[in-house]
């Protein structure tokens, strides 16, 4: 089966610009998460969705960042406009709500570069 | 999620086990011990679980005291590809809950 699919892997936009990360969960899971990892602040939670209503974005840092979940096969994660300091990986995670493991399966992340 | 505490780093000689503990003293009577990993620049990964025995798979063991309030994950025989940054995390079971990262145990296994 495919893994949790991000994209794109890499971003290098300009300050002010629009920022659209894309995230393609496993087939099959109902929960999906959207993390944010940088040097100084860790591993951070962003938001997460269970059957793609979103459950607690109290991770959102500010209004400039905004996720969606049109259906269960996809997600997107918007920073308008951007700023340097949200320059980070972003990752995006997926799991099944009935797994007795609980365990959420990462993709590769998106390293975005704010300029 | 209740807060675990972990030490900031550790060395392993390759081909010994690596012992990485975790304090988890105000754990809850239905949250369980995950550990997670992360190898350099990609996205963390499932170890284990447990609540109060002892688990074992094919990575790794998760040793859980009896009061639960700590847990020692063992690498039986390090390797190299070992080397990254583990996290130990306590939540409620299920895969819609959230996961909250710590800032983890940087192992690093020494040839």
């Known amino acids: 089966d495919a893994g949790v699919i991000q994209s794109p892997r890499h971003e290098v936009t300009e300050m002010g610009q629009e920022v659209t990360l894309r995230c393609k969960p496993i087939?099959?899971?109902?929960?999906l998460f959207w993390y944010r990892q940088t040097m100084m602040r860790g591993l951070e939670l962003l938001i997460y969705f269970n059957n793609n209503v979103p459950i607690d974005d109290s991770g959102m840092p500010e209004d400039r960042f905004s996720a969606k979940m049109p259906n269960a096969s996809f997600s997107t994660l918007k920073i308008q406009p951007s700023e340097p300091r949200d320059s980070a990986v972003y990752f995006c995670?997926?799991?099944?709500?009935?797994?007795?493991?609980?365990?959420?399966?990462f993709g590769e992340g998106s390293r975005l570069t704010v300029l | 999620d209740a807060k675990t505490t972990q030490p900031p780093s550790m060395d392993c000689a390759e081909g010994r086990a690596a012992n990485l503990p975790c304090n988890h003293s105000?754990?809850?009577?239905?949250?369980?011990v995950y550990w997670y990993r992360q190898i350099h620049s990609q996205g963390p990964q499932y170890i284990i679980h447990g609540l109060k025995n002892n688990e074992t798979n094919e990575m790794a063991s998760l040793i859980i005291t009896e009061d639960r309030k700590s847990s020692t994950l063992i690498l039986p025989h390090a390797t190299l590809r070992d080397t990254a940054v583990y996290y130990c995390i306590v939540r409620v079971a299920g895969g819609n809950e959230k996961l909250t990262f710590g800032t983890g145990t940087r192992l690093t296994i020494i040839p």
């Open positions: 995670a997926s799991s099944r709500r009935a797994a007795n493991t609980g365990e959420l399966f």
């Open positions: 087939s099959g899971h109902n929960s």
């Open positions: 105000t754990i809850s009577g239905n949250e369980y």
